[in-house]
C-alpha cells in the first residue's frame, strides 16, 4: 500500500502545468474549503488547551492542533503546486 500511495504521489508531482492552468487549479474551491476546516481544527485545538486542566484534554487539544496544522500544510502546497 505504502509502495503505491508513494507511485501516485510522484506521477502527480511530474506532472507541469501552462500558466492559465497553473490559476485555474490553484483557485479551485475544495483547496480553501480545506484551508478553512484546518484552521477551525487548530482554533479549536488551542482552545481546548486552555479550557481545562485535564491531561487527556490536553493531549486531545495537541492531536487537534496537529492535525489542523497538518491539513493546513496540505491545503498550502496543493495551491502552491
Known amino acids: 500500500m505504502?509502495?503505491?500511495a508513494k507511485?501516485?504521489?510522484m506521477s502527480e508531482e511530474?506532472?507541469?502545468?501552462?500558466p492559465?492552468?497553473?490559476v485555474k487549479e490553484a483557485n479551485q474551491p475544495a483547496h480553501y474549503?480545506?484551508?478553512t476546516i484546518s484552521v477551525i481544527i487548530g482554533?479549536?485545538?488551542v482552545l481546548l488547551r486552555f479550557?481545562?486542566?485535564s491531561h487527556a484534554l490536553a493531549i486531545v487539544s495537541n492531536i487537534l492542533?496537529?492535525?489542523g496544522v497538518i491539513l493546513g500544510f496540505k491545503a498550502v502546497f496543493a495551491i502552491l503546486k
Open 2 to 4: 505504502y509502495f503505491s
Open 14 to 18: 511530474s506532472k507541469t502545468y501552462t
Open 7 to 9: 507511485i501516485l504521489v
Open 43 to 45: 482554533i479549536t485545538g
Open 33 to 35: 474549503v480545506l484551508m
Open 65 to 67: 492542533f496537529i492535525i
Open 51 to 53: 479550557a481545562s486542566e
Open 20 to 22: 492559465s492552468e497553473s
